[in-house]
């Protein structure tokens, strides 16, 4: 009898596994429109997701990673987030995959607080010079590489009386991201040349992404480089630099989802 009872409880158990698990089918953007979609606080693509998919259930977390790590388990059916961080997760988890669809497409800029017309101009005339002086070429080919092997630059002497403090979020590779001990990317890079152009000495403040702005707004930091897309609503607190980079929104998704 006791027998029976177990085999019974197991047959109870798997049936009812059976009938939780569900097939989840994105092959195209309008597959997201009922699914839970993660994505990072305070980014564009929650934005997007918000504006675009009111009947999908959006879970918002501090990083694009705690974001996968929840795909990965199955909380969460898809993450829209920026193209290369993406790529960047995708490379470490062989169980996510990004699948090949047109979302927005956006430029990420360096933000000042507003009326900071000096150090705004300071920061447009680094990224002219850095354009034309092939230094920001070489940015591109440390952090962005055809091989994928990334080269961080040696950091750049800086000297000055006085101090700007960059503000990021270090969870966005290849922009800004940790790496030892140490805060590292393509922004981190930059934000030393804005600094040395601008005479000044360089302190990194790391901070969750949807605090960047309140910080750039109180004066806890000086200036915002962190992936930041220009958008009208972020232009209402903030002034942005000259577009420094260019990209999109991607849809990541497990392996296993039916696609």
């Known amino acids: 009898m006791k027998k029976l009872f177990t085999l019974f409880l197991a047959f109870f158990c798997l049936i ?6 569900t097939t989840v089918t994105i092959n195209k953007v309008e597959d997201l429109s009922n ?23 959006i879970s918002s977390f501090k990083t694009g990673m705690d974001a996968a790590l929840d795909l990965k388990n199955g909380a969460i059916d898809a993450v829209i987030l920026d193209e290369l961080p993406a790529k960047e997760i995708v490379s470490k ?9 047109d979302l927005t497409t956006e430029a990420y800029a360096i933000a000042v607080k507003k009326d900071n017309t000096e150090l705004l101009n300071s920061i447009n005339a680094t990224i002219a010079t850095m354009r034309t002086n092939g230094d920001y070429e070489k940015l591109v080919n440390s952090f962005m590489p055809i091989d994928g092997k ?9 000297s000055g009386e006085k101090t700007i403090r960059l503000g990021t979020n270090a969870a966005f590779p290849p922009f800004e991201y940790v790496d030892g001990k140490n805060i590292v990317g393509f922004d981190i890079t930059m934000g030393q040349y804005i600094a040395k ?19 750039l707004a109180s004066g806890t930091i000086d200036f ?4 930041m897309s220009v ?5 209402k607190n903030v002034d942005f630099s000259d577009p420094y980079y260019e990209s999109k929104q991607v849809i990541i998704i497990r392996n296993d989802t039916t696609k």
């Open 35 to 57: 699914k839970k979609i993660g994505v990072q606080s305070g980014t564009t693509g929650e934005t997007y997701v918000q504006e675009n998919f009111p009947k999908a259930k």
């Open 16 to 21: 009812a596994f059976s009938c939780q698990k």
């Open 197 to 215: 152009d601008f005479a000044t000495k360089l302190e990194i403040v790391d901070m969750a992404f949807d605090s960047l702005i309140p910080a």
């Open 224 to 227: 915002i480089a962190a992936g």
């Open 93 to 101: 988890n062989p169980a996510l995959t990004i699948i090949d669809v």
């Open 150 to 158: 990334i080269i961080v630059p040696q950091s750049l002497e800086l």
């Open 231 to 235: 958008t009208e609503e972020r232009k």
